[in-house]
């Protein structure tokens, strides 16, 4: 068979372009003013600065706000412009701009070396790393309010912080987990692997992509401004009125919500676009890695979820700066609307943190295995049937709110009929295993492990669906456990088993496995030993986000802390293993560790920066394992690698 | 493996249902405590069998199908490996019928429950017997209540940061701390904020509703015995949302009518000043309680509205 293996487009045209001429123009910018990361903090810094003194400026004469002690307008304009700030300085908006006054887009060529990391880039594998060390940075900062919080709960009369500093805590704590965990599998592993597993050379959009990351960092530090801006004390979900009642750190949550959300559908948008055109030939819908098939369901509901949070986000901000009264009951408006918006969103969006996990472990199984996906096409099917179904059951958060009451049994159908096609996602892993020599080696450590906790979480969730039940158990710890179990369990240990996985195509570095182990099983053990207890605190009575609780719980929340500080120490294990592999003391992966069939192994390694040197075309379907006589996956070409080569015979 | 899955399932089930089932919360304080722990019993029978099989394949798969095992099967690839026609069908069919129950006993449980004692909004669509002319005769300023009489005593829990407090129209409106309720009554809570969102949780009662600023949210339960319970606020309300709590009492309808009209005619003179009872209350925006301009250079929104507003805003 012939490969019409046509370059695409511009971008493959302006990468090959020569190396700028020495000696520039006047319009051409000197070094020390490329544009990098460290101009991108200036520009924040002085987009802030020109913001916060403008908001004070416009507003000044009016006594409410300039009596009031924090200028929402200034905040608000202040954070608004350092984000444009940032993006105008990493160069995000050169070829938007530069479009807008009728010049055509100029491209740097693009930069080798580790400064590459740091620069506005279109190369959707150094976004993918950017997003590597974006989220672990988001987890991390999550993970230290976390040990906070479980400090303070170490005794409930006898206090660490004060109940003020402990309720931001808190609440940080939850936004900031929720945002990332949001973007830790589609943007590290989405981004760097859906063009490799789908034989693309880039993504469709990658101007659109790389501003997803560089917007995504600057919400995060929209967020984290809520602490030097005092906090705010509405946990994650921000219900208004206590909202429109609290200070200038919610400026901060949703303004961060809304420059995050611009994140999240840009990355959607471009993910999805890419998947549904930028297929090699003969990848079919039935030949789709299940990964990609994941990421699709994903970034669909980041394309429709998003804009309602967006909207939200934006309505509590005009409350808050000119007054209006979207969320205030007291002039007109209703803080069910919030609830409404916010868990419109709230809900399709648990399903982009649980969804990327399924796709994981139904891609890692296979490997390790040694045998196809079972009933690859009832995995798809849940996939596409979670997130369909998860846009119409967000009212089950409001159970007890008192709106639509009559409502509640077809919320609890819609929230319980969702439980079949996730149930599809154990009938796939529970096939795969079937019969089967596993090997248990660390990623496929973590998919087992995921079953174990997801099916806790998922079981749980049936509990809660159930009306009489949420009478008991809504706004405890019961719930506080049971989204644990499916995010953190789900899909924090589905992430860890894609990072051990695919790290080495990654960086060509191995993660050392015996540390990895190590890292695996106290992460498993400490995880349960954290979280089951809290199933029983919540039915025993303690609500959520509390400062003091009942005395007798003491020695449930103790053993709860302990094992949750057990819990970070195992994160201190991974990174010790992530320096260690990645920079200390690295070993050259193989072209193909794991011995997988997939798309993605199969370029050279290092990847080059076109993926593929011919755009493979794909013969068959992807989990052909143990199948003497089956043909490759992919024909790649004259050029295919030596690895490819290895790849394909490993499947006899 | 199907052989422990079975022997392991029954067991559990039945340790749960008769050993550990009676005693799980809410506990048998109310009719609807003793319905929800019902249904909570009959979701974790059929859960545990559901954990327990996956557990037991999980850890079956990781022993004998294991690589390290050494009578582990050669992985096969195929056809026959890829799909098992009746295997899938089996599982969707199954939860499918599992699911399709649950949303059933679930709906059936709450209309028949009045809701099962969560928050109904301001026109509940499944009410007890009497309960529609309780609240009437609430709004109106007739309620009465009386020992024997049989009829749903009408109590309004106001949520403000950081406590909750009891009206109870049937007895002059008086304002109190205290929740004491009569024993065998059917109770209506009508539940209002007069700041941010609280949620009304009387966790023995088993009775949870949301105390939305302006919103009257109806919950339902009947008492069964005599018995203390706690009340807490299950829903974030600012920095004290932990130390939002307080006590209850169920206790014999004679004494609660004694402690009842007592606390009527103790609490006379502050009654008197009280806002006329309502479904809801807006805080005076120029008022010491802190409106929405607290430098009072704004003339309130709306004069009519304040703190014992007449009329229901909802």
Redesign the interface.
Known sequence: MTISAERPTQVVASSVAPPAKRGRKWTQRPGWLSQHLGMAIVGAILGYIVGHWFGNYVSSSY??IA??GSNAIANTLGLSVGVLGWLLGIGALNYPLAKLIGREGREDAPVEGWSKYFRYTLDHKVVGMQYVVGVLLFLFTGGILAMAIRTELLNPTTHVFS??T??KIVSEHGTIMMMMATSIVVGPLGNYLVPLMIGARRMAFPRIEAFSFWIFVAGYMVIFSALPYGGF???W?G?A??QT?AGAGMVSYLLGFAVIGLGMMAAGFNIAVTIINYRAPGMSWSRLPIFVWSILATAALLTLATPVLFAGGLFGLLDKTVQTAFY????GGS??LWQNLFWFFGHPEVYIMALPGFGIVGEIMPVF????????K?AAAGMIGVALLSFFVWQHHL????????M??LF??TT??I??PT??I??VG??S????????EVPMLFC?AL??NF??GG?TG??L????????V???FFVLSHFHYTIMGGLLFAFMAGLYFWLPKMTGRMMNSRIGKWHFWTMFVFFNLTFFPMFVIG???Q????????TNLQGLNDFSSVSAFLLGASFLLFFANLMWSMFISPVKAPANPWDSLGLEWQTANPVPLYNFERIPVVMTDP?????PG?PAFADLGEGASSSASTAGSSQA | MTTIWVILSVVADLVFWFAVGPHMPPGRLTETAINNQKTFNVLLVLALPVLIGVWVYLGYAATVWSAKHKDAPESVGGEAARTNRKAQVWWIVITSVVVLFLAGYGSYAVVVEHGSGGGEGPNPVWTPQGAVKAELAAQSGTAQWAPGEDKPLVVQVIGQQWKFTYRYPAFGGFESAQLILPAHATIVFNVTSLDVIHSFWAYQLSVKADANPQVNDVAYTETKQTGNFTVRCSELCGIWHGSMFNYGKVVSQSDFEQWATSTESANAANTKNLPPFAWTYVPDANGTAGGLYPDGTVTPYSPSEVYGSKTPAS
């Open positions: 006594p409410y009596n009031s109940a003020d402990y309720i004390p509405t946990g979900t219900y009125p206590l009642q205030v009951n007291e002039h803080s069910y295995t040694r045998k196809p996906l079972f009933a690859y009832v159970f007890q709110s008192g709106i639509n009451p009559d509640r049994p609890m159908l319980e009929l439980s079949i149930g599809f154990f009938l529970m096939g295993l079937y019969k089967a020599k596993i090997r248990f087992m079953f174990f099916l806790i079981v049936v509990f669906s159930d009306v009489p039940v949420n009478v008991t809504h706004g405890g039915l025993l009575g609500p959520r986000r509390v400062f003091t609780y009942a989990y052909r394992y143990s199948e089956a």
